[in-house]
DNA sequence: TATTCGTGGTT
DNA sequence: TAACCAAGAAT
């Protein structure tokens, strides 16, 4: 027997032993629901995703539901998940699946790639995992397998069609969900990027890397590039009452459609004094130093926030984007990680 | 094709 | 602990 034929016959064995258990996985999931949790799990771990997808499932049982929601309470629901753009797409999608697909989701891979957030990947795994399609399921666990178990010597992302190839001669043509998802769980827990554990895996027999005894030098990649260091000023402006004053951020680009508490421009060189961006009425306060600095990283730059703070009459009214948000209500507002980190030292301040 | 887009877990 | 990484998509 081929290596290639063995390829789905001892994954899909090694799965029906093996398989972990998730919240999105089995008792009858709806197409929604698979859909929803593929697109949590963009580049976010099972373990972030959780309590995540239960919520939106509590919140919003149904399609019908989400295209239902405002936009503004679905980035509520996502804040803190990151990729904020995969929570303004969700709920496009799901206002395209009821206005085109008449409220089902459909079933064919061209169909799903018209979803606003829904690649390559996502599709196809849809229509495996959904529908029991037959799909090409490519994400980074099956390229780091397939590139040990042919030792492909090709760079990523430069081998991405070569692995595109090699994925499409061993997926099955049934059990396709199953053999998805054995791809996830073998990714996950014997083929990790890192220390695999080979001695249980079910592949460990035509595996050419680990033959070679190379394992870990597969797949090959290139130096990533360094982070660029940036910095800022954080405006932490409170009333009487201590409410604070936040705003609305454009809803493209970074953090789109999130709120934040007002700052600086994020420059490349740490300011060597006191920084009030020429905002309005910010120059008419008195800034105090707070001696507070937060850190954060993205990932294409790291930042470094100080925190700045000045009262004001309670009277005063500001405009959108502008708003007053009572202490209380600050955690139930689509605050990104980076601004809760701030709220979090300034409440210890 | 190369960048831009978050965050928390893990080592 | 700094670095790496995750069930990638959009532009």
Redesign the pocket.
């Known amino acids: 027997m081929s290596a290639v034929k063995q390829y789905s016959i001892n994954l899909l064995a090694w799965y029906d032993d093996h398989r972990r258990e ?1 919240e ?2 089995d008792r009858g999931m709806t197409p929604y629901q698979i859909w929803l ?2 697109v949590m ?8 995703v959780t309590p995540y997808y239960l919520r939106f499932i509590a919140r919003f049982p149904t399609v019908a539901a989400l295209a239902e929601a405002e936009p503004g309470e679905v980035l509520k629901l996502w804040a ?6 995969r929570g303004r ?1 969700l709920h496009r999608a799901a206002e395209m699946v009821m206005a085109e697909f008449g409220g089902e989701f459909p079933d064919q891979e061209s169909l799903l790639l018209r979803l ?8 196809a ?1 849809i229509a495996a995992i959904a529908f029991d399609r037959r799909a090409v399921v490519v ?3 099956v390229e ?1 397998i397939l590139s040990r178990y042919f030792a492909v010597e090709e760079f990523l ?1 430069q081998a991405k069609p070569r692995l595109r190839e090699l994925a499409e001669q061993v997926t099955p043509q049934l059990r396709n969900g199953d053999f998805a ?1 054995a791809s ?1 769980d073998l ?2 827990t014997i083929c990790r ?3 695999p554990d080979c001695g249980h895996c079910p592949l460990r027999r035509d595996c050419r890397a680990l033959a070679m005894d190379a394992v870990e030098s597969f797949p090959k ?1 290139g130096p ?1 590039p360094q982070r660029p260091q940036r910095f800022g000023t954080v405006f932490w402006l409170e009333d009487e009452t201590g409410n604070l004053l936040l705003r609305h951020r454009p809803p493209q ?4 459609g999130m709120v934040e508490i007002p700052s600086s421009e994020w420059q490349a060189v740490r300011p060597n004094g006191q920084v009030v961006t020429d905002e309005f009425f910010y120059k008419q306060l008195e800034w105090q130093e707070t001696g507070i600095t937060v850190s ?5 730059f790291a930042l470094e926030l100080q925190v700045i703070r000045a009262f004001t009459a309670q009277a005063l009214v500001v405009e959108p984007p502008w708003f007053w948000a009572r202490r209380e209500e600050l955690p139930h507002l689509a605050l ?3 601004f809760r980190k701030v709220i979090k030292q300034m409440e210890r301040f």
């Open positions: 998730f999105w996985r949790s593929e799990l963009q580049q976010t771990g099972t373990k972030t803190g998940l990151g990729y904020y753009a797409n606003p957030g829904v690649g390559t990947y996502t599709a795994a994400d980074g666990n780091r992302p998802q996830f990714g996950a990027p890192r220390n990649k990533k680009g970074l953090l789109g954060h990283v993205f990932t294409h990104p990680s980076l």
